[in-house]
């Protein structure tokens, strides 16, 4: 087991940064592959970013391109999620998720292929 615990959600205005954070205990984190995803009320879960084990290759869906900033430190086993310019319909709860792998620069974009979850954390833009 690997808990992850998100933080760093709260309630923003459009056009407004936060930066959330993904905490793991227990193990070296170094050895996983990490992705953010959001779901918003009535809607699907969905891909937001994701690293790679040692932080080489990052990944974005189009909606968050140019604005979020995925990144991890190996020393805090913390990987973040910097959001930028923030908008109406970037209001979700946002769960990071882990996937230990021997590959350095592999990265995941599907929920299935991640085996452990945070708790998720809410992000409100207000207008």
């Known amino acids: 087991q690997v808990p992850l615990v998100e933080s760093g959600g709260g309630l923003v205005q459009a056009g407004g940064s936060l930066r959330l954070s993904c905490a793991a205990s227990g193990r070296t984190f170094s050895n996983y592959a990490v992705g953010w995803f959001r779901q918003a009320p009535g809607k699907e879960r969905e891909f937001v970013a994701a690293?790679?084990?040692?932080?080489?290759?990052?990944y974005y869906a189009d909606s968050v391109k140019g604005r979020f900033t995925i990144s991890r430190d190996h020393a805090k086993n913390t990987v973040y999620l910097q959001m930028n310019s923030l908008k109406l319909e970037d209001t979700a709860v946002y769960y990071c998720a882990a996937r230990e792998t021997a590959a350095f620069v592999s990265y995941y974009t599907r929920g299935v292929e991640y085996d452990y979850w945070g708790q998720g954390t809410q992000v409100t833009v207000s207008s």
């Open positions: 690293i790679s084990r040692i932080g080489s290759i990052t």
